[in-house]
């Protein structure tokens, strides 16, 4: 008995977080590839197979494809600037590190990572505001013609983008921050002596040390991305103007909350899944082995 019992406390421990990962994970996998198949707003007994139509349906939808095309252009700013200015900005505070304002910097730039996006988006609807705005008014008394900001089609999806940096930018500055952290002094020392000045030793002897957190963050910034914009957008815009700010997350939730099309609304997130596994897939099989671990 006590072999038996011996042999199974493995699976003890490790089964409340299969079981987690099961139903939390897998299991609305699973709910969303089944119902974008159906036709089931779920509130009736009413169900029906319908096979593709849903996906068909999607693709043909101009609301779908601008958001997809919005989606794209969110990726395309925001995954860069998440990555190369939170590393400037740890390249700068890593720089003052004997300074005692370097825990004041550090402080004050991942302060607004903590932040609610209902507190950030109140703030910033409040500055971007066209009419009587904060940032209107500073352009008004230094003779600048006032902007429509977030209310403006052209502008929309760059406000969101700016919010959603301001918010969420933090925390990729202090993983790089933990990374030059844990950079040997010895070897700047060394490439010192040897005359390399901040620039070569950045990219010479910093930068391939720091590829295991480069990796990491290039892939979980694409989730983030693709998730931290929802707040934004539903505080901010609301999609609008014209579905000019929306994007395909932001499109799943009003199809499935909003007009109860939970069959368009699965079918969508199938293609998001879809999408992010090719991504993630590409990153690992491009980006893995340039990581340098030793």
């Given at each position: 008995m006590r072999i038996s019992l011996r042999r199974l406390a493995p699976y003890f421990f490790v089964g409340p977080a299969v079981l987690s990962v099961a139903v939390f994970l897998y299991g609305p996998l699973i709910a969303s590839a089944v119902l974008s198949?159906?036709?089931?707003?779920?509130?009736?007994?009413?169900?029906?197979?319908?096979?593709?139509?849903?996906?068909?349906?999607?693709?043909?939808?101009?609301?779908?494809r601008l958001s997809a095309w919005n989606t794209l252009l969110y990726c395309a700013i925001l995954i860069p600037a998440q990555i190369v200015l939170p590393l400037l900005l740890a390249v700068m505070i890593h720089a003052v590190r004997r300074s005692p304002?370097?825990?004041?910097y550090r402080g004050s730039l991942f302060l607004p990572t903590i932040v609610a996006y209902s507190v950030a988006g109140v703030a910033w609807s409040w500055m971007l505001n066209p009419v009587n705005g904060l940032f209107n008014e500073l352009f008004g008394y230094f003779g600048f013609p006032k902007s429509r900001w977030h209310t403006d089609p052209d502008l929309a999806l760059l406000c969101v983008c700016l919010v959603t940096f301001?918010?969420?930018?933090?925390?990729?500055?202090?993983l790089w921050l933990a990374a030059l952290a844990n950079?040997?002094?010895?070897?700047?020392?060394?490439?010192?002596?040897?005359?390399?000045?901040?620039?070569?030793?950045?990219?010479?002897?910093?930068?391939p040390l720091m590829t295991p957190t480069a990796f990491f963050i290039s892939v979980t910034t694409l989730f983030h991305v693709l998730d931290d914009i929802v707040g934004v957008i539903d505080v901010l815009t609301h999609g609008g103007p014209?579905?000019?700010?929306?994007?395909?997350?932001?499109?799943?939730?009003?199809?499935?909350?909003?007009?109860?099309?939970?069959?368009?609304?699965?079918?969508?997130?199938?293609?998001?899944?879809?999408?992010?596994?090719?991504?993630?897939w590409l990153q690992f099989r491009l980006g893995e082995n340039k990581v340098h671990y030793g």
């Open positions: 198949v159906l036709d089931w707003n779920l509130l009736s007994s009413d169900v029906s197979f319908v096979g593709t139509r849903n996906y068909a349906v999607m693709f043909s939808s101009v609301d779908f304002l370097q825990g004041f301001w918010k969420t930018f933090g925390l990729n500055m202090l950079i040997p002094p010895e070897l700047r020392e060394a490439s010192q002596l040897d005359g390399a000045g901040p620039g070569r030793h950045f990219f010479t002897i910093s930068l014209a579905g000019r700010s929306s994007s395909l997350l932001y499109f799943l939730w009003q199809q499935g909350l909003q007009f109860f099309q939970f069959g368009q609304a699965s079918a969508v997130a199938v293609i998001i899944i879809v999408v992010v596994l090719v991504a993630t």
